[in-house]
T-cell receptor, first 115, second 111 residues
């Protein structure tokens, strides 16, 4: 298995532009997570899906952020409009279940820089 | 107060040393505990789960103390390749599942 796939790996954009991050989870994994990591705040959970349905989006910072999972093999995280404080590494992770000791598998991350 | 707290370090130790990290959590309802390892500019990867009975994997030993609400990670005979950031993860099961990550503890093993 190729593992969790994220694209792009790096994104540099200007303030006010729309940014779309993409994630393909591991096949057969029912849960998908979006995280953001910064030096100041560490790794924060933004939203997670179960069987393509958003379960908890309480970590989404504000309305500028939105996430979708149209099918079991694809999810997007969109920021519109982007701001410099959104600069961070965004990770996607997937797992089979959350009700036992179960490993989350992380993608390589998207390093976002908003100028 | 952050729910999961770790000493950020860095812990700077020579090869062969034994080093221990602690992680405290504030939610007594927490049920699952993990240590993840994150190399520089890489994604986190599971190092080991932490069970109530404690567990050991080679040079790594993890312990859970529910009464005092902390978990620990002990690394014996440190190797250069152990240099990384170690993230403590605590989750609640049932209802809304939200894994909470600590900020991580940086370990540098030098020759």
């Amino acid at each position: 298995d190729a593992g969790v796939i994220q694209s792009p790996r790096h994104e540099v954009t200007e303030m006010g532009q729309e940014v779309t991050l993409r994630c393909k989870p591991i096949s057969g994994h029912d849960y998908l997570f979006w995280y953001r990591q910064t030096m100041m705040r560490g790794l924060e959970l933004l939203i997670y899906f179960n069987n393509n349905v958003p379960i908890d989006d309480s970590g989404m910072p504000e309305d500028r952020f939105s996430a979708k999972m149209p099918n079991a093999s694809f999810s997007t995280l969109k920021i519109q409009p982007s701001e410099p404080r959104d600069s961070a590494v965004y990770f996607c992770a997937s797992t089979t279940t959350v009700y036992t000791y179960n490993e989350q598998f992380f993608g390589p991350g998207t390093r976002l820089t908003v100028l | 107060r952050k729910e999961v707290e770790q000493d950020p370090g860095p812990f700077n130790v020579p090869e062969g040393a034994t080093v221990a990290f602690n992680c405290t959590y504030s939610n007594s309802a927490s049920q699952s505990f993990f240590w993840y390892r994150q190399d520089c500019r890489k994604e986190p990867k599971l190092l080991m789960s932490v069970y109530s009975s404690g567990n050991e994997d080679g040079r790594f030993t993890a312990q859970l103390n529910r009464a005092s609400q902390y978990i620990s990670l002990l690394i014996r005979d440190s190797k250069l390749s152990d240099s990384a950031t170690y993230l403590c993860v605590v989750t609640q099961e049932g209802g809304s599942y939200i894994p909470t990550f600590g900020r991580g503890t940086s370990l540098i093993v030098h020759p």
